[in-house]
């Protein structure tokens, strides 16, 4: 978690990320600058109405906000700084609602990552070598491991501002993905 992050633990603000919609315009607006909801309905290919919708929705819990407005446009934005969904043993239903929607983007990034792998015999070389799937374990206590989750997220730090500022991007950048899960091996528990 960055020191921007917030750390999310209310089920209902939780599962207002729970829909597939909701996680592509999230990807969406935090890809640009701001977009209206004729620009994200355009991009994830939904309607305008479902798409002001999941906008509304998102803004509702705090996801996104309204940017400055161009002419009779009126776009939105991700709310600065990132969120860290976690649950909390105080708040009954939020382990519940966090795990509802890590299985909605464990199943999106699955795809993600699909569609990548079946393209991947085009990609030139140089981009093949900077790709990565790759898995491991390790013995480590729960504060050891929260201390390497913390590691995992604060590596893209070193990229930050490029997503909002293109002049930051060097020649030749492409957008990637990453996508990390640390987890307690269900299977050594027995």
Not at 129 to 137: H, P
Request: proline residues 5%.
């Amino acid at each position: 978690m960055t020191s921007h992050d917030q750390s999310i633990s209310d089920p209902e603000r939780i599962r207002a990320l729970a829909h597939p919609v909701r996680l592509e315009l999230l990807d969406f607006l935090a890809d640009v600058e701001d977009a209206t909801a004729t620009q994200c309905a355009e991009h994830i290919d939904e309607s305008v109405a479902s798409c002001s919708f999941h906008l509304r929705m998102l803004h509702k819990h705090g996801f996104i906000e309204r940017a400055e407005s161009r002419g009779r446009e009126k776009p939105w934005r991700v709310v600065k700084g990132g969120y860290d969904l976690r649950p909390r043993p105080e708040q009954p239903g939020s382990a519940v609602a966090v795990s509802e929607v890590a299985s909605l983007f464990l199943t999106r990034e699955s795809e993600r990552i699909r569609g990548f792998l079946s393209q991947f015999q085009h990609e030139d070389h140089e981009w093949t070598e900077a790709t990565t799937l790759t898995s491991g374990s390790f013995w480590a206590t729960a504060e050891e491991a929260a201390l390497f989750c913390k590691d995992l997220r604060n590596l893209t730090e070193r990229f930050a501002g490029r997503s909002e500022d293109p002049t930051l991007r060097p020649e030749g950048a492409r957008l990637m993905r990453t996508f990390s899960v640390v987890n307690p091996d269900p299977e050594a528990q027995r």
